[in-house]
């Protein structure tokens, strides 16, 4: 086999489709923040980003910053290993029990990623459960697919955000299996959110165990930012929360919270958390900062949706078609890759706004979308001029208004 043809051949065939990404080479500035240095084919220039994960600009707060510093000159860069074999830095245990009573947990564990942390843990809990079967909501993150993969345990699908078929799918199994309910609570792409509470009662009356994805939600919802189960009363009815540092955190990580016990298994068993070198202390630094910030602090919680609810009323008032929901997550919908592609390309070159499309297979095809996430830095401005390039782009290609 000419396996450089195959490669080439491969990629030949994203670009045709108008799948191809590039990745547009942008330097963050502290204390700039949506602004970025874009270093493209003429040289440098400075851009607005209005699609970052970084839902507050914690990333660059000057408290997160600080305390990396701090961290950094207090205990050097890396973390020297695995914690396993190098020892857990206190960084480390510090922020696992912020992270606990974030969530009135008993108890949390730090992985390298929100990624990681799904695969791990739903890998090895339902592994090592004896005929576990695991539902699955249709929408489920890549990660967790990723787990229930390596699991190899039995899987049922069930309808997105329906509690119905939950049970329909419940009812069916035998009373005696182990059954694992996984779902998120914010969607990423369509920006929905679960019915929390009836995925839960339904789980109780079979006697599931309970998984809950809140990594675009913690920070943001929820006393102390504690997310949308807490929002809606139903942490403490959870089994095991996971989460990200690398969102509206601002910085890098995963976690996983619920019982000591849990959380010890997996962390006696599960080899991505085993054979993982840990995060440096300056990382787990800055983010324990973050959290702690953020519990005791509203501002940007309100800044935040004041933005969100700004951005879609302009969007409204433009004729520029958005996905509703009742997140921080603004889905402009535009239904072709290509098209999809072009917009993006012609907002970093003529408008010098970042959004970068989004196409299959992170969402079904003729659903292609540019995925707009306000934050509370983003200025009246940005928004007027993010708005008014929407709308000369939308007339440009001949796209349909929304009535």
């Not at 004896?130 to 993969?149: F, K, Q, T, W, Y």
């Not at 190899?152 to 005696?176: G, Q, S, T, Y």
């Not at 959110?193 to 998984?211: K, N, S």
């Not at 970068?356 to 934050?375: F, K, S």
Request: some cysteine.
């Amino acid at each position: 086999m000419k396996f450089e043809t195959f490669f080439r051949r491969e990629l030949a065939s994203l670009r045709n489709e108008g799948r191809y990404r590039v990745f547009a080479d942008l330097e963050r500035k502290a204390g700039q923040f949506p602004r970025a240095m874009f270093h493209g084919p003429s040289g440098p220039r400075e851009v607005t980003v209005w699609c970052s994960n970084d839902y507050l600009g914690m990333g660059q707060h000057p408290t997160v910053l600080e305390a990396m510093h701090e961290a950094l000159d207090t205990c050097g860069a890396g973390a020297g290993g695995t914690r396993n074999i190098a020892g857990t830095n206190h960084y480390h245990v510090m922020i696992e029990k912020e992270l606990a009573a974030l969530h009135n947990k008993e108890a949390a564990l730090l992985f390298n990623s929100g990624y990681m942390s799904n695969w791990a843990a739903i890998s090895t809990i339902a592994s090592k459960l004896p005929e576990c079967v695991i539902l699955s909501d249709a929408l489920n993150h890549a990660s967790m697919i990723e787990g229930m993969r390596h699991s190899r345990a039995k899987k049922v699908v069930f309808e997105h955000n329906n509690p119905n078929d939950l049970r329909r799918h419940l009812r069916a199994l035998d009373p005696k299996v182990p059954k694992f309910v996984l779902f998120e609570s914010v969607y990423s792409m369509d920006g929905d959110v679960a019915p929390v509470r009836e995925i839960v009662e339904a789980a109780e009356d079979y006697g599931a165990l309970t998984y809950i994805d809140e990594v675009h939600s913690v920070g943001l919802y929820g006393p102390g930012g504690a997310g949308i189960a807490a929002r809606d009363g139903m942490s403490d009815r959870i089994d095991i929360i996971e989460g990200t540092l690398g969102k509206a955190i601002g910085v890098l990580g995963g976690y996983i919270a619920g019982s000591a016990a849990m959380c010890d298994f997996v962390r006696s068993f599960a080899s991505g958390f085993i054979f993982s070198t840990a995060l440096p202390p300056a990382i787990a630094a800055g983010a324990l900062a973050s959290i702690r910030h953020l519990r005791n602090s509203d501002a940007e919680r309100i800044g935040h949706q004041e933005r969100v609810a700004q951005v879609r009323a302009a969007l409204d008032e433009a004729g520029i078609p958005h996905m509703p929901n009742p997140s921080h997550i603004v889905p402009v919908m535009v239904g072709d890759a290509a098209l999809c592609k072009k917009l993006s390309d012609d907002l970093i070159e003529r408008f010098d706004i970042y959004v970068q499309p989004i196409n299959y297979p992170t969402v079904p095809r003729g659903t292609e979308r540019l995925r707009i996430t306000p934050t509370p830095l983003h200025s009246d401005e940005d928004i007027r001029k993010l708005v008014e390039a929407l709308s000369s782009i939308w007339s440009m290609v001949g796209l349909k208004r929304a009535a």
